[in-house]
């Protein structure tokens, strides 16, 4: 299904829509993951059903079950003039193939004086909620953030997980695209996108304007940042939502015009709180804001554990909307 076809899509429409649109632009651009194809059932969240079926398998490849020859495979077509769009199956499992990822794809471009490009987009699921247990569920997005040479995006809605997608696979860097498996499985939906529109890599996007304080996330926990602002409107309290989108870089200047113009800030993200993506945004503002601020950056993450399996100790594990909240009134004072 294209863009074309629908007014509204979901996550998993908007990221296969990506997928067609940019296999059709340009032949250099090739899928390759465990079970992708269509003989192996379309991907085990069926983001990459029909695709094989349209574009052919040696185009849309089913690969084994190994983290590391995708990876290795899909940096050497990178460095070939290729611009294959990886995926691995689940975030936790990048760790198989960090060798590839950190020391490889990140590096090539600094190594070689700029003269070897990487344009490989890795396409990993994540998140907590769907009881997948410790070693499918973590975010650890910080983990690729503290990479220099690598991209890390994580969208929050089917049209930028659309533009973004986009934008990573025609970007000359290695980008990690991550999508989270509780925005499936929610089936969220919004308005399609044009075909072809690109969202740039690190623009944060200013979802409510407000004076009183900032909120920044990205991914999942925006959809409960934009619900706390919402009710707190109501009382009004008027607080400025921003979804960072993109990770690594991310959007310094809109952060801190924003804060800059609040002059309280909170920052949200589903990974554990302890040395988290949160941390360095927090660093930044008060290095950059020192005096002008009228609280300290406050920090909304997940408990420093192991994503736990059991439903009621996994959303004890996680954030909450009332975490957020809270976190807002205490700021606020």
């Known amino acids: 299904m294209t863009t074309t076809e629908v007014e509204q899509m979901n996550m998993v429409q908007a ?4 997928l067609d649109y940019a296999l059709s632009e340009d032949e250099s651009v090739f899928l390759l993951g465990e079970d992708i ?41 990178a460095v070939a003039g ?21 020391n490889h794809a990140a590096k090539l471009r600094f190594m070689s004086g700029g003269q070897t490009a990487v344009p490989v987009t890795v396409r990993t699921t994540t ?7 410790a070693q499918h569920s973590d975010m650890i997005e910080a983990w690729l953030a503290h990479a220099p040479g690598l991209k890390v995006v994580i969208p929050s809605s089917p049209a930028d997980a659309y533009g973004l997608l986009l934008s990573c696979i025609f970007d000359d860097d290695p980008c990690v695209f991550v999508e989270h498996t509780m925005l499936y499985y929610t089936g969220i939906s919004g308005p399609a996108p044009t075909p072809g529109t690109m969202i740039p890599l690190g623009l944060a996007r200013v979802l409510r304007e407000g004076s009183d304080l900032t909120v920044i996330g990205y991914g999942k926990p925006v959809l409960e940042m934009s619900a706390v602002a919402e009710k707190l409107a109501s009382e009004g309290v008027h607080i400025e939502v921003i ?3 993109s990770v690594a870089p991310w959007d310094t200047e809109t952060i801190l015009q924003s804060v800059a113009k609040t002059r309280r800030a909170v920052i949200v993200h589903e990974a554990v709180r302890a040395f988290g993506v949160g941390a360095e945004i927090a660093a930044t503002i008060h290095e950059e804001l020192h005096g002008e601020l009228l609280a300290p950056v406050a920090r909304v993450g997940s408990s420093f554990s192991p994503v736990p399996f059991a439903t009621p100790l996994e959303y004890a594990f996680l954030y909450s909307a009332d975490d957020i909240e809270a976190a807002i009134r205490s700021t606020l004072g």
Not at 15 to 18: D, E, I, L, Q
Not at 82 to 102: G, K, S, T, W, Y
């Open 37 to 77: 194809a269509d003989p192996e059932g379309g991907g085990v969240l069926k983001i990459t059903d029909g695709l094989s079926t349209k574009y052919g398998e040696s185009r849309v490849r089913s690969t084994p079950i190994s983290e590391q020859a995708i990876m290795g495979a899909a940096i050497g077509a």
């Open 82 to 102: 290729m611009r294959p769009v990886a995926e691995i199956m689940l975030m936790n499992f990048l760790a198989v193939a960090m060798d590839q990822l950190f």
């Open 127 to 133: 998140g907590a909620g769907a009881g997948f247990g």
């Open 243 to 245: 979804d960072l989108r």
């Open 15 to 18: 990221c296969r829509s990506a």
